[in-house]
């Protein structure tokens, strides 16, 4: 049997204690990590990126099929996400946890794995939080930290006409993952002697639900490159509605191809299986975590021959509207239904 | 009837337009507030200091008898108050929100009113955060960054032998002031017809629980007389256990005079008819939010005259050891009761 140990016998000390043998600091930027009222930072004459992110038990996460350590690593990814689409660099983070007596030690130690995981991959130093009780289900707050040169950071709302339209890695597979999960799910609550069976050939859509990757790949090579883009976002709510995001906040428009929206084999094969429309998921479907973003055309030399980063269409000054060329010849307008959390 | 709409009418975007309106940017540091993917700081040379809570209904506040606006305010000083500690000054605020469908759209408003009102009162932007649903009960999550001279910043391991010992206010009245209001409740619930009575006579012990202040005057008052304490911690957990805080986290030891202590006088009337110790209220009541802080001997002509500043004993060598004269000479061992959330 699993080993089973209640927070109560660890306690909130108990469990500082646990995150500080756990997390060191590492970068030398962070003067002052866990064990004070406050961390201290230094910012090294750069400008400061701060984004935050609540996520909360039976809205964000179900922990019924994620396991909880990959839900640690993704709470950090997507936080560092937001940081990698202002192009900073991040550094730091806190996580705060409110922990309802349903998780054991156990499961706090692996949430932290997780963490701990995304801390090494992405080079952030944990630096403080708080930890309490929760009557309900499991709270999760991250604050991240990310530094940068005033003339790298990159806005929303500065895509200029002609730009050209990027975006990296593929679309789609994460909504694709949550619907396979969720189908396992119902098959599991109809019969639970009926173990969840995840085919091999749903590996990838599972894994880009499960486990996102921010793209700090893509900012540290635009940096190699010498390029700064004119704008960024990162994908969180669909490609479509980060689209119309840069698009309305920019006071520009843009044209994007039906046929150079990268979508994974397994992502197609799933959609049309699961009878959704692969390009439908590909630009609504929520938490792929790539990023969208705008480059000067005299930069296209540059970026062309980028990692995982394809040109999908340009900038237009048909004001806030934003279009896409099918392969039949046909300009429809792009949409994102209300992304709304109430 | 009071007004109630409910916050699906509102939606995320909705709830994001109303808080911008609400929180315009007032310090030239926040070069973005709320819109993009992060906010952006300019850390003008200064170091930055970080500090997270996170605030769960039913284990933290209770909306029976805590109005939600004083809510609001009592998240962003509690906050504040961590970067007083540091002898810091805050300038910005994230604060994250989990709504769940009991509240309305009009106590969504009331919060913020409190937190607009609490970052006037200390002069810090809203600069982001996320709203969410919940499934359960209202989630309140807040970061503050504040921004010192690196040689400003005051920790808690750094106290000195002989130095002089020193907190802002009065202590133990929160405490009185939670068991007055948990005393109406009970009445309340026991006999639902009979409205709380709050007697005039505990305005001060109820203020000082639901509408906590930051002893920011302190830090300022401090920056003017030219006095850069040589530890500070803020009191949260009780008067004992921070001065315990300090001592073990310094390796010194300390000795308070319990006549020193200073107590109002409803905070005494209020434990006596509770059937409270006064002392104790003082020393282990939680929530005062006040400043303890040490500083060196040869800076006592220069706080002296403190506004709200007591003098209540000194650093010695006796390590991590904490003792308090009492007025009948007897030196007697300071402890403080685990402060434990689980």
Redesign the interface.
Known sequence: MEQRTE??T????GLIKLINEKFPINNPET??GI?????????A??????????L?????FDLSYCPIKLLGYKSVAVNVS??A??N?IPK?I?V????S?RISVEAVEELYEGIKAACDEYKVDL???????????L?I?I????FAE?EK?V???TAKVNDIVCVSGDFGAALMGLQTLEREKQVFLANPDMQPQIDKDRDYVIERQLKPQARMDVVYELRDLGVVPTS???VSDGLAAELLHICK?SGVGAVIFEDKIPIEDQTYLTATELNFSPMTAALNGGEDYELLFTVKQEDYEKIKNMNDVSIIGYITNDVTDAKMMMKSGNLVNITAP?????
Not at 338 to 342: A, D, L, S, V
């Open positions: 927070l109560s660890l306690g909130e000390f003067l002052k064990g004070d009222d406050a961390a201290v930072i230094d910012s004459g750069k400008e400061l990126v701060v984004s935050t992110d609540l909360i038990e039976g809205i964000h937001d940081i689409a202002m900073a730091q806190t705060s946890l409110g922990l007596n630096v403080g939080g708080d930890t309490s009780a929760s009557r309900s289900g709270v707050s604050t991240a930290l990310g005033k950071i806005y929303r709302n960024m976002i990162d906040n209300g992304y709304e959390h109430f």
